[in-house]
């Protein structure tokens, strides 16, 4: 959800970059500007009112489709808002826990939680991802080689984790704020360096 007091902090010259036609805002964040521009004394001619009602329209019509297709996938509460907080998605996180490991997306999402000022969840969300992946590396040191592969099984077991993380999120810790995805950057970095080590490890060490 666009909120008009982060807009009404914008200069005039900011504020006209939500209303021109090649503009990538929601139509919610250009009806806001236009307002604000409006009631600042901005003077607009016939033509640029129906240029931006023009705008504003053909956004609403969009919009509401692609919100649809998002809300039935991986982020309900997607945006692309840019005044909306950021937070790393659900994708993501899922994603992390299978290449990296439950603890490691377990950390994406307190993440998300201490955003959101949630400590309960981030403690409890922690304590998930230490508990099960520990239960996790028993278990697999228990069963030992299986015939459809190690790899195979911790993955599989990796995937139950991520579901129990997002499981937290959207039942347990229901929350309504509408975010945007936070930059891979960091996150792709770490995976990048722990496979590095582990690649060093095995094959130098050993």
């Known amino acids: ?28 964040a250009v009806e ?4 604000i521009l409006q009631s600042r004394g901005r003077k607009f001619t016939e033509t640029e009112n129906e240029q931006i009602h023009n705008l504003i329209q053909t956004k609403k019509d969009s ?7 998002k809300n039935n996938g991986w982020d309900k509460n997607y945006t692309e808002d840019v ?11 899922w994603i992390y826990c299978l290449l990296l490991g439950v603890i490691f997306g377990s950390f994406l999402q307190v993440y998300n939680f201490i955003k959101l000022k949630q400590t309960k ?8 991802g230490i508990v099960y992946s520990t239960l996790q590396v028993i278990t697999l040191n228990y069963i030992g080689d299986v015939e459809y592969g ?13 579901l129990g993380l997002i499981a937290i999120k959207e039942n347990l ?10 930059s891979i950057a960091i996150p792709v970095i770490i995976a990048v360096l722990i496979h590095i080590y582990l690649i060093y490890t095995i094959f130098f060490e050993s």
């Open 63 to 69: 919009e509401p489709k692609y919100e649809e297709y």
């Open 32 to 35: 806001i500007a236009y307002e």
């Open 173 to 182: 810790f229901k929350d309504t704020t509408e975010y945007r995805a936070k």
């Open 150 to 162: 190690r790899y195979s099984l911790r993955i599989f077991l990796s995937g139950l984790g991520a």
């Open 83 to 93: 005044n909306a907080i950021e937070l790393y998605t659900n994708k993501l996180i």
């Open 121 to 128: 969840a981030a403690v409890i969300t922690l304590i998930f």
């Open 1 to 28: 959800m666009v909120k008009k007091k982060v807009l009404e902090k914008l200069s005039n010259t900011e504020l006209e970059k939500y209303i021109k036609p090649e503009s990538r805002f929601v139509f919610e």
